[in-house]
């Protein structure tokens, strides 16, 4: 296996699209800045795929990636991914994966207090008409890793459910709530029916992958340009073989130290 064979896919993630005056959150990223790192991505030639895409391709189901692929994810469901994302993902030619929380809804039944302004089902169901993603982000937003079992899988089951109702397609991924899970939580996500599930790490993800931990990086109000650069262009983002045979060879190998390491 060489480096060669290896395509590194970036998968970013973001919560707001606000002004500082608009929102308390560090992880709110204005409008111009998101701007201008779509504009990067585009001079760099970088081609955005779904979450889902990527996880398919992980799976082996699908031909290869673009040739910069890069994954844009935005948690939570704020309102503002209608109003000002969309629009400029758009003008950029772009395409995105929306992790929703089913409570926060804006006009959810029995809705739960949310962080600000969020998406509503009819805004929902025009994102995903314009071909974003649409993924779960349980239903209350708890640390999954805490929760007892049952709880655990009716946060995975309801919110799974209620987009899919919602919106006649399946819903295949989803994102740990602030990136936590545990093998427990993985297991019951799979268990739930979900293809795939994003946790959040600035580090390097192995070519084999775990479809049920995606590591993602984290893009806040402070990332500046230079940041947003090295984000996107460094040694930390996820590396996806692009030749299925070696994927097995490489989990072979895995395997195989594993066994070594079990007998030492
Ligand atoms: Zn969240």
């Known amino acids: 296996m060489t480096a060669a064979a290896a395509v590194r896919v970036p998968v970013l993630m973001y919560h ?8 308390g959150s560090s992880l709110a990223v204005s409008p111009a800045a998101f701007a201008a790192q779509l504009g990067y991505l585009r001079s760099a030639g970088f081609t955005a795929v779904t979450a889902g895409e990527l996880s398919a391709r992980l799976a ?6 673009p040739e910069r692929p890069i994954v844009l994810t935005f948690d939570d469901g704020y309102g503002d991914f209608h109003s000002r994302a969309m629009p400029a993902l758009d003008r950029y030619g772009c395409t995105a994966t929306v992790f929703i929380t089913t409570g926060w809804v804006q006009d959810a039944d029995m809705r739960l207090s949310a962080a600000g302004r969020m998406l509503t089902w009819t805004q929902i169901t025009e994102v995903a ?6 993924g779960a ?25 209620w987009l ?4 006649g397609l399946p819903v295949p991924g989803l994102a740990y709530p602030y990136g936590y899970s545990s093998a427990r939580v993985r297991e019951l996500a799979r268990e739930a029916g979900y293809g795939y599930a994003c946790g959040v790490g600035n580090r390097t993800a192995s070519p084999a992958s ?10 806040r109000r402070a990332t500046t340009m230079a ?25 072979g190998v895995r395997r195989v130290r594993a066994r070594l390491n079990a007998a030492g």
């Open 129 to 134: 008409g314009a071909g974003v993603e649409i």
């Open 227 to 251: 940041a947003f650069r090295r984000l996107v262009d460094g040694r930390t983002t996820m590396r996806v073989l692009e030749d299925r045979a070696l994927t097995r060879g490489w989990t």
């Open 16 to 23: 707001e699209i606000a002004e500082a005056s608009e929102t």
């Open 164 to 167: 899919e109702d919602k919106l």
């Open 210 to 219: 775990d479809q049920f931990e995606l590591p993602r990086l984290t893009v």
């Open 60 to 65: 082996g189901d699908v031909g290869k990636l």
């Open 137 to 161: 982000h349980t239903r209350r937003h708890p640390q999954l890793d805490q929760l007892p079992q049952k709880r655990v899988r009716e946060e995975l089951r309801a919110s799974k459910q």
